[in-house]
C-alpha cells in the first residue's frame, strides 16, 4: 500500500507509508507539529482489538458473546511455518541475553499496540474516515494462566502476520544475527530495536504465544497466529476460538501470552497496572488495566427496623471489577512551551519527581532535524534526600528517558554527566531504539547530541538564576548544588570556561557574601592583575591565616576555598576570562593564584629597591637563626626561610610550588592508611616551607641565643614549638600532640619565672572533746 502527499489546510501533512505493516510512517506539521514514527521500533506485532468497555464486571474474553452470529462463512485452515533460522537464533538471545528484567515484555506489546492504533487513526485520516475510542487494554487470567493484551488498531493481513511475526522483516537481517550470536550471553546489542525484535520478547514470560488479529483491510479475515518459541508457528484463518470472537465485528489485534511457570507473578492485576505506569504511562491513547476493588455496600440488616419502620441497614464489602485508565498523565513535554502554566508545570515536576516542594527553575525545549527530542528539565529547590550522603549516589538519579514516550529508565549515567545529576525531567527521543542499553548509548552519535544540548540548557537554567533579582534565590541554588558546579570544573574541561562564571566563593572583603569571579575582578585593585585565593577548612581559619596578614594591610581581597574539592576545581580552572570593567570592550585572562605557596609576591614588589635591599640584609643577619631551624625540623619541612609577607605571627607553613593544601593533605593521609600504606608522613614533609617573620619577637630573642652559641636543649624546644603554630595555623595535622600540649605547658612555665614555694597546709589539733553518752531506749 503506498500513500503519497495528502493535502491538509495551508500547513500540508506529508504522509509516508512504505509497503507492508511496521515499517516507518511519519508526520511533519511544522516545529512543534506531531510527529509520529509509527511501527519503526521493531517489524513485529503492531496492532492489537476493539474491546467496548462496558459498566459490567465481566471478564475480557467473555466480550466474544456479542459478536458470535457474525462469524464470516468460510471453512477453517490451518497452516504451518516455519521460522526463518535467523529469527530463531534471535529469539534464544533474548529469551536468554538480552533483556535484564522480564517485566520489559508488556512495555514491548503496549507500545507494539499504541503503534497499531497510531497507524490506524492516521490512515483513516488520510481517507477520510474515523477511527474513535482507539484504545490498549491489558489484563490477567488465574484461572487459564494467560495474559491478554489487545488492541483495536490496524491489525494484520495473512501476508503481514508471516512478514512480521515470522521473520525480522527488515533488511540487513544477517548483520544483525550476526552481531548478536555466539558470544555466549555477552550478545553486542548495539543493533537491537533497529530490526523490530520487541515482540519476541513476550518469551520471556510465556511458554506459548497466540495472536488473533484482522486487518482494517476490507473482506480480510480473522488471522490466529500461534507458536511455542520452537522452530515455527502456524497460521489459522477463521479460527473458531473464543478469544477471536471480538474481532469478527471489527479490526485490531489480541495477543495471548500462556504464562510459563516462574513468571506468574504477572498473572496479578495489579502487578500489570504497576508495570503500565512505569512504562506507559504517558502513550498517546488510553490504555487500560483490569482492577478489583472491595466497596461498602448498604443492605437490609435482617428483619430490624428503624424506629419509622423502615428497614434497618448494614454496611458489608463488595468486590467490585472494571476498567481503568492507568495512562491520566498527559505529557506536557509535547505541547508548546506557551501553552503549559506555571501550575502545570510544576505539578508535572511533583509527578516525575516524586517531591511535594516546588521546583527553583525549569526550561522545556524540542530539538529537530537530524536528531529529533523533546525536554523538560527542573532544578529542585532542595538537595535529593539520596544525594546528601553521597553527592553522586546513581540511585539520587532522576531523569527520566523515553522513546516516544514508552519510558525506558532513569538511571543511564550516559546522558548527562555525572555533575548534573540533580537534575529532574524528561527526555523523549524520537531516535533512539526502544530496546536501549548502555552499549548502545556509548557509541550513539545521538546521544551525543542530545547530551551537548540538555547540557547547554541546564547551564543556561543556572545563569538565569543567577541573574534574578532576588541574590537569596541563587544563594540557595549555591549552597545546594555549588559542589557540583565545581565538580563539573574539573570533570568537563570543555565546559569549565562557562561554568566559573557560576562559581560563588566568600572572601575577606566580606565573609558573610557569596562573590563572583567576576565581581571580585571588577572590584580588584587597579594594579593588581592576578586573583588571589586561600584554601582553608573554615571562614575562621581563613581569615585567621598568618599568609593574609599583609594583603590584609593593603587592602587586598582573597577568596576563601572552603572545601576540599575547591583546591582541585580551581586549580584545573587556573585562568578565569571576562572583561576587567562592564564597560570593557574585550575580556581579559586573570590567573588564578595561591597565596599560600612559597615566594608568593604581589604585584610591583620586585620593583622596590628599598625592601628588596632590607630583605636580602634581615636574610643574611638571620641565616645562622634559618641553618639551626632548618636542622632542628629537618625531615618535616622542605626549608626555612626569611619572609616580609608576615606583620604579627611569628612565623607560617606555606606549600611548595607542587605542594598540596593540608585538607589534601588529610585526604591522601587517609587514602594511604587505607590502603597499607604508613610511610605516608616521610615524604610529605618535603612539600612544606616554614617561613619566618624576621621582625618578631620570638624570632630575635631565638636568634641571639643562636648566634651566641648557646648549646641549650630549650632552643630546640623553640623550633619544634614554632612548627608546631605555624602548622597549626595554617590547618595542618600535629602528629604527636602529646609532646606539643609538654612544649606549650613548659613555655609557660618559663615565661613565669622562678617557681616559688608551696606553703604546706596547716597541721590539725585534737579538739579534746569529750565523748559523747549515747541513751538506748528499749
Given amino acids: 500500500m503506498q500513500v503519497g502527499f495528502v493535502g491538509c489546510g495551508t500547513t500540508g501533512v506529508l504522509a509516508q507509508v512504505r509497503g507492508g505493516y511496521g515499517r516507518r510512517l511519519t508526520r511533519s506539521a511544522g516545529k512543534w507539529g506531531a510527529v509520529a514514527n509509527v511501527g519503526a521500533r521493531r517489524s513485529a506485532l503492531a496492532a492489537p482489538v476493539h474491546v467496548r468497555r462496558r459498566a459490567s464486571a465481566s471478564a475480557l474474553r467473555m466480550d466474544a458473546g456479542a459478536a458470535t452470529e457474525a462469524k464470516p462463512e468460510g471453512d477453517t485452515k490451518e497452516e504451518k511455518f516455519e521460522f526463518e533460522a535467523q529469527v530463531s537464533r534471535v529469539m534464544n538471545i533474548i529469551i536468554n541475553s538480552l533483556y535484564s528484567h522480564p517485566e520489559v515484555f508488556l512495555r514491548e506489546l503496549v507500545s507494539n499496540a499504541s503503534d497499531a492504533c497510531d497507524k490506524r487513526k492516521f490512515l483513516s485520516l488520510t481517507s477520510g474516515g474515523v477511527a474513535d475510542d482507539l484504545a490498549v487494554r491489558v489484563r490477567a487470567f488465574k484461572d487459564s494462566q494467560t495474559v491478554v493484551v489487545e488492541d483495536n488498531g490496524v491489525g494484520m493481513t495473512r501476508a503481514e502476520c508471516i512478514k512480521n511475526l515470522g521473520s525480522i522483516a527488515t533488511s540487513g537481517t544477517a548483520k544483525f544475527v550476526e552481531a548478536l550470536g555466539g558470544q555466549k550471553g555477552n550478545a553486542d546489542v548495539s543493533q537491537i530495536g533497529q530490526f523490530g525484535v ?92 483490569w482492577e478489583e476493588k ?205 561554568l566559573s562564571l557560576l562559581l560563588r566563593y566568600f572572601s575577606s572583603k566580606d565573609g558573610s557574601k557569596l562573590v563572583s569571579l567576576t565581581e571580585y575582578v571588577q572590584r580588584m585593585k587597579e594594579s593588581q592583575k592576578d586573583i588571589y585565593y586561600i584554601v582553608a577548612d573554615s571562614k575562621a581559619a581563613a581569615e585567621n591565616s598568618p599568609v593574609l596578614e599583609k594583603l590584609k594591610a593593603k587592602g587586598y581581597e582573597v577568596l576563601y576555598m572552603l572545601e576540599p574539592v575547591d583546591e582541585i576545581s580551581i586549580e584545573n580552572l587556573a585562568q578565569f576570562k571576562c572583561k576587567r570593567t562592564p564597560d570593557a570592550e574585550q575580556e581579559s585572562s586573570f590567573k588564578l593564584v595561591n597565596v599560600s605557596k612559597e615566594n608568593f609576591k604581589l604585584e610591583g614588589e620586585d620593583d622596590d629597591e628599598n625592601e628588596k635591599a632590607e630583605l636580602e640584609e634581615l636574610k643574611e643577619q638571620l641565616k645562622d637563626v634559618t641553618e639551626y631551624l632548618q636542622k632542628a625540623l629537618e625531615g618535616k619541612v622542605q626549608k626555612v626561610q626569611i619572609t616580609d609577607r608576615l606583620t604579627d605571627s611569628p612565623a607560617a607553613m606555606v606549600q611548595s610550588q607542587y605542594g598540596v593544601s593540608p585538607s589534601m593533605e588529610r585526604f591522601m593521609r587517609a587514602s594511604s592508611q587505607a590502603s597499607g600504606n604508613d610511610d ?92 559523747v553518752d549515747v541513751e538506748v531506749v528499749e
Fill in 198 to 289: 520487541g515482540f519476541y520478547s513476550a518469551f520471556l514470560v510465556a511458554d506459548k504465544v497466540t495472536v488473533y488479529t484482522r486487518s482494517m483491510q476490507d473482506d480480510s479475515p480473522v488471522l490466529k497466529w500461534e507458536s511455542t518459541s520452537a522452530s515455527g508457528y502456524t497460521i489459522v484463518e477463521n479460527p473458531e476460538d473464543e478469544e477471536a470472537a471480538p474481532l469478527r465485528n471489527g479490526c485490531g489485534t489480541r495477543v495471548v501470552l500462556h504464562v510459563k511457570s516462574g513468571s506468574f507473578e504477572f498473572l496479578e492485576n495489579t502487578r500489570l497496572k504497576t508495570l503500565l505506569k512505569r512504562y506507559s504511562e504517558f502513550i498517546d491513547f488510553p490504555i487500560y488495566a
Fill in 294 to 498: 472491595t466497596e461498602m455496600e448498604q443492605v437490609p440488616d435482617g428483619d430490624e427496623k428503624e424506629e419509622d419502620g423502615s428497614p434497618k441497614m448494614k454496611s458489608v464489602p463488595k468486590t467490585v471489577e472494571d476498567w481503568q485508565q492507568v495512562n491520566l498523565q498527559k505529557p506536557i513535554w509535547m505541547r508548546r512551551p506557551r501553552d503549559v502554566s506555571d501550575d502545570e508545570y510544576k505539578e508535572f515536576y511533583k509527578t516525575v519527581s516524586k517531591e511535594f516542594d516546588e521546583p527553583m527553575a525549569w526550561t522545556h525545549f524540542a530539538a529537530e532535524g537530524d536528531v529529533e527530542f523533546r525536554t523538560v528539565l527542573y532544578t529542585p529547590s532542595e538537595l535529593p534526600f539520596d544525594l546528601r550522603q553521597d553527592m553522586f549516589n546513581n540511585a539520587g538519579r532522576n531523569l527520566k528517558l523515553y522513546v516516544k514516550r514508552v519510558f525506558i529508565s532513569e538511571k543511564f549515567e550516559e546522558f548527562v554527566p555525572r555533575w548534573l545529576c540533580f537534575l529532574r525531567g524528561v527526555i523523549d527521543s524520537e531516535d533512539l531504539p526502544l530496546n536501549v542499553s548502555r552499549e548502545i548509548l556509548q557509541q550513539s552519535r545521538v546521544l551525543r547530541i542530545i547530551t551537548k544540548r540538555v547540557v547547554r540548557k541546564a547551564l543556561d537554567m543556572f545563569k538565569e538564576i543567577s541573574e534574578r533579582e532576588d541574590p537569596k534565590d541563587y544563594e540557595k541554588f549555591w549552597k545546594n548544588f555549588g559542589r557540583y558546579i565545581k565538580a563539573g570544573v574539573v570533570d568537563d574541561q570543555s565546559y569549565a570556561a562557562e
Fill in 680 to 771: 605516608f608522613s616521610m615524604f610529605m614533609g618535603g612539600n612544606k616551607v616554614l617561613e619566618v617573620n624576621p621582625k618578631h619577637p620570638l624570632i630575635a630573642h631565638l636568634a641571639a641565643k643562636v648566634q651566641a652559641k648557646e648549646e641549650d636543649p630549650a632552643n630546640r624546644e623553640t623550633a619544634v614549638l614554632l612548627y608546631d603554630l605555624a602548622s597549626l595555623a595554617a590547618g595542618y595535622t600535629i602528629d604527636d600532640t602529646g609532646s606539643f600540649a609538654k612544649r606549650v605547658a613548659n613555655m609557660l612555665v618559663s615565661s613565669m619565672g622562678p617557681v616559688p614555694d608551696i606553703p604546706k597546709a596547716a597541721e590539725k589539733k585534737d579538739s579534746g572533746s569529750a565523748p
